[in-house]
């Protein structure tokens, strides 16, 4: 079973708009933390918030917001105000245990290309 | 900001030869880990290395493939004999430990190794 679904291969957005990426997980360990990362068409992969399994509150890094639903296994991705710049690849992954050191599985990914 | 850097950025190869790519982690992690995305592919787990030991290998990390920490700053992995199929974007990440198992895995710019 895949352990990260972005259902999402491609989306669309208007410039100064908020989008939503989706990412649902699986697991059955309780201790696990969710991460975003965006990768440029020049390919590095730039993190952009974290949401760890125990987390009482939605986390949030300027632009960039959470929308963790743990009943439901998902941790989509919010960002507000879309700007050019934010055309890329977006990735959600995953890493599971409070072990340090243990691998992130990652999703396959979702284009976003942000339309002026 | 610290960063995590690799080299070289690009590197072409004849099957068969030996590649040995490069990364200066953050120079206060510990932990350290080489991913790999083939070409419009997602990222996969290769390597952790934590304490001059690995940590953890996925399948893919098979007997052609090692990873050296040689001195205190440079991580390195090497492919002994490269086939077609290692084409891909090689990425370094590295981590500290933090409380509560808030790490965050940070990647370098990738290496793009084409095999020919």
């Known amino acids: 079973a895949q352990k990260i679904t972005q259902t999402q291969p491609g989306m669309f957005v208007q410039e100064k708009e908020a989008v939503t990426l989706d990412c649902t997980y699986d697991?059955?360990?309780?201790?696990?933390?969710l991460f975003w990362y965006k990768q440029p068409s020049s390919g590095e992969m730039i993190f952009l918030i974290y949401?760890?399994?125990?987390?009482?509150q939605n986390a949030t890094e300027g632009r960039y917001s959470l929308n963790f639903q743990k009943a439901r296994k998902s941790a989509n991705l919010v960002i507000s105000a879309s700007q050019l710049g934010d055309s890329a690849m977006y990735f959600c992954?995953?890493?599971?245990?409070?072990?340090?050191?243990?691998?992130?599985?990652f999703g396959a990914g979702t284009i976003l290309r942000v339309k002026s | 900001e610290p960063e995590v850097t690799q080299t070289p950025s690009h590197q072409v190869t004849q099957m068969g030869q030996e590649v040995i790519l490069r990364c200066v982690p953050i120079?206060?992690?510990?932990?350290f880990y080489w991913y790999r995305q083939i070409l419009g592919q997602k990222v996969e787990f290769l390597v952790s290395?934590?304490?001059?030991?690995?940590?953890?290998k996925s399948e893919i990390f098979d007997d052609q493939f090692s990873v050296e920490r040689p001195d205190g700053s440079n991580f390195t992995l090497k492919i002994r004999s490269t086939k077609l199929e290692d084409s891909a974007m090689y990425f370094c990440?590295?981590?500290?430990?933090?409380?509560?198992?808030?790490?965050?895995?940070?990647f370098g710019p990738g290496t793009r190794l084409l095999v020919l």
């Open positions: 290395f934590y304490n001059n030991e690995i940590s953890e």
């Open positions: 992954a995953m890493r599971e245990g409070r072990r340090y050191g243990n691998k992130l599985v």
């Open positions: 949401q760890g399994s125990y987390d009482q």
């Open positions: 120079s206060n992690h510990l932990y």
């Open positions: 697991t059955s360990d309780p201790s696990y933390g």
């Open positions: 990440a590295s981590s500290k430990t933090t409380g509560g198992g808030r790490e965050t895995q940070y």
